[in-house]
């Protein structure tokens, strides 16, 4: 901000802007009531700016809010993707944030032009130091595109598996069935292995029961068969998803059955554990028994 000095034309303050030294040889040509004039000028200038700025900046970040509100909405009624109504979302806000703030600069006297040219030249040292950030940026673009998952899936990704919540700029978070949010950057997310549970209709639940040798196998398939058939959650009219027990391996201890059964990718977890429960109780009481690990031991008495 640069006081005004009396005699000395705009245009030429225009054409030529004087150094530091020179405004302090022209304020010191200057009588003191003219200084002192000067002065409270500028500052009430700069006061009533800044006044101006503020207002501006309460209305600016009231106005961003309701066009948050309002593109929400739109997104919610037209049944746009979660996934890319938060991502749009959190663009639009930084935007909007940037040109508020831009324009605050401007009102304030600070030279927007040079403002953004030092900004722009300041953007690629930024960008060489957040090249991690940019990256999270260009994996969340990625995310929208490719679309490996969802708002609403359920993942398994760098040793964490949750519910997808938000996808945002630049992270993705998640919550655990414990209820634990987990942000992962989006980098990681575009480049590495991620497992989508919820990706397809059907998933395959297994189990593997190991029964005493002696047992009778077709006796303990027919029994768990009765058990799988037994609940509707379990899909029992498609050939290709029929359940099913096969002898998986002749174990030390035991002879391991192997029990596959399809299911809706949201009854997984039903029918696991009420079936892990049901096997349990419901197989002793058909005289199969669960054997523990044992060894034998040969005494020889001529040693």
């Given at each position: 901000?640069?006081l005004?000095?009396?005699?000395l034309?705009?245009?030429?303050v225009a054409?030529?802007?004087?150094t530091v030294?020179?405004e302090?040889?022209?304020?010191?040509?200057?009588?003191?009531?003219?200084?002192?004039?000067?002065?409270?000028?500028?500052?009430?200038?700069?006061?009533?700016?800044?006044?101006?700025?503020?207002?501006?900046f309460?209305?600016?970040?009231?106005?961003?809010?309701?066009?948050?509100?309002i593109?929400?909405?739109?997104?919610?009624?037209?049944?746009?993707?979660?996934?890319?109504?938060?991502?749009?979302l959190?663009?639009?806000e930084?935007?909007?944030?940037?040109?508020?703030?831009v324009?605050?600069?401007?009102?304030?006297?600070?030279?927007?032009?040079?403002?953004?040219?030092?900004f722009?030249s300041?953007?690629?040292?930024?960008g060489?130091?957040?090249s991690?950030?940019?990256?999270?940026?260009?994996?969340?673009?990625?995310?929208?595109l490719?679309?490996?998952?969802?708002?609403?899936?359920?993942?398994?990704v760098?040793?964490?598996?949750?519910?997808?919540?938000?996808?945002?700029?630049f992270?993705?978070?998640?919550?655990?069935?414990d209820?634990?949010?987990?942000?992962?950057?989006?980098?990681?997310?575009s480049?590495?292995?991620?497992?989508?549970?919820?990706?397809?209709d059907?998933?395959r639940?297994?189990?593997?029961?190991?029964?005493?040798?002696?047992?009778?196998?077709?006796?303990?398939?027919?029994?768990?068969?009765?058990?799988?058939t037994?609940?509707?959650?379990?899909?029992?009219?498609?050939?290709?998803?029929?359940?099913?027990?096969?002898?998986a391996?002749?174990?030390?201890?035991?002879?391991?059955?192997?029990?596959?059964?399809?299911?809706?990718?949201?009854?997984?977890?039903?029918?696991?554990?009420?079936?892990?429960?049901?096997i349990?109780n419901?197989?002793p009481?058909?005289?199969?028994?669960?054997?523990?690990?044992?060894?034998?031991?040969?005494?020889?008495?001529?040693?």
């Amino acid at each position: 901000m640069l006081l005004q000095i009396p005699g000395l034309a705009p245009e030429a303050v225009a054409d030529s802007v004087p150094t530091v030294k020179e405004e302090l040889s022209m304020l010191k040509s200057l009588p003191v009531d003219e200084l002192l004039t000067s002065i409270v000028n500028s500052a009430v200038k700069f006061a009533i700016n800044l006044a101006i700025a503020l207002v501006v900046f309460y209305v600016g970040r009231f106005i961003i809010r309701k066009i948050h509100r309002i593109v929400e909405n739109i997104f919610r009624r037209r049944n746009v993707d979660p996934s890319l109504s938060t991502f749009v979302l959190s663009m639009v806000e930084v935007v909007l944030y940037f040109i508020l703030i831009v324009t605050i600069i401007g009102i304030l006297g600070i030279e927007t032009s040079s403002f953004l040219a030092l900004f722009a030249s300041a953007g690629v040292a930024i960008g060489m130091a957040l090249s991690g950030t940019l990256q999270n940026f260009a994996g969340g673009v990625l995310i929208l595109l490719l679309k490996p998952y969802k708002v609403g899936d359920y993942i398994e990704v760098l040793s964490y598996a949750g519910t997808v919540k938000q996808i945002q700029l630049f992270n993705t978070i998640i919550t655990t069935p414990d209820n634990k949010s987990i942000i992962i950057p989006n980098g990681a997310l575009s480049t590495g292995s991620v497992n989508n549970y919820s990706r397809e209709d059907y998933r395959r639940v297994d189990w593997t029961i190991g029964i005493s040798y002696g047992d009778s196998v077709d006796k303990a398939r027919a029994e768990i068969m009765r058990i799988l058939t037994s609940n509707p959650l379990v899909i029992t009219d498609d050939e290709s998803r029929a359940p099913g027990v096969k002898v998986a391996s002749l174990s030390e201890s035991s002879v391991d059955l192997k029990v596959m059964a399809w299911v809706h990718s949201s009854d997984y977890w039903t029918v696991f554990f009420e079936t892990n429960e049901k096997i349990y109780n419901e197989l002793p009481a058909a005289g199969i028994n669960f054997p523990f690990p044992q060894l034998d031991v040969h005494v020889n008495q001529n040693a």
